[in-house]
């Protein structure tokens, strides 16, 4: 033998690994990893398709803004404290928690109680509202002004006939 030794031999190493081992080591972490993108992909595309159904399910009803019948009635008569601008009365519409707000002599607010943020039903304190789950804090007009970030609370619509002194809700 001349002594000559085989190119793989002269890169200094022994080449079988790299022919033979190698590529196949690679090929195996290759697929591994478009396995584990696939999957991932897959687990992704899963959690939008269920959100999806979820939304789907519900209708896309927002659940922090109940619907309250049709043309609700409510004679502020029976609310003493509506009498007064800044005065507050809860109700319950169809089922549903809401906050009327008087805010002049010929207008209302009225708020869903129902808390943005997880559905928590809020109280009055003062000239707050305040959810007693994670402390989110509201304005007698519905906005969030503190505590755990959310948004303001719904508002409905209001019409008010000052001569039946009633005040149609929607
Ligand atoms: S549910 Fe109201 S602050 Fe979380």
Redesign the pocket.
Do not use: L, N, S
């Given at each position: 033998m001349s002594g000559s030794r085989s190119g793989r031999e002269n890169a200094g190493h022994d080449c079988g690994d790299c022919t033979s081992k190698r590529p196949a080591e690679l090929l195996s972490m290759y697929a591994t990893a478009e396995d584990g993108i696939a999957r991932r992909t897959f687990l992704v595309q899963s959690g939008i398709l269920a959100a999806m159904a979820a939304l789907a399910a519900c209708g896309g009803a927002d659940s922090t803004a109940p619907g309250v019948p049709a043309n609700s009635q409510v004679n502020v008569n029976d609310f003493p404290a509506l009498a007064n601008v800044g005065g507050v009365a809860m109700v319950s519409l169809g089922g549903a928690p809401v906050a009327i707000v008087r805010t002049s002599s010929t207008s209302f607010l009225a708020l869903s109680r129902v808390?943005?943020?997880?559905?928590?039903i809020?109280q009055q304190f003062g000239t707050r509202f305040v959810?007693?789950?994670?402390?989110?804090t509201f304005d007698l007009n519905g906005s969030w002004i503190g505590?755990?970030r959310?948004s303001s609370l719904h508002q409905y619509t209001t019409t008010f006939d000052s001569t039946a002194n009633t005040l149609t809700i929607s």
């Open positions: 808390c943005p943020h997880q559905g928590g809020v959810c007693p789950v994670h402390g989110a505590g755990q959310t």
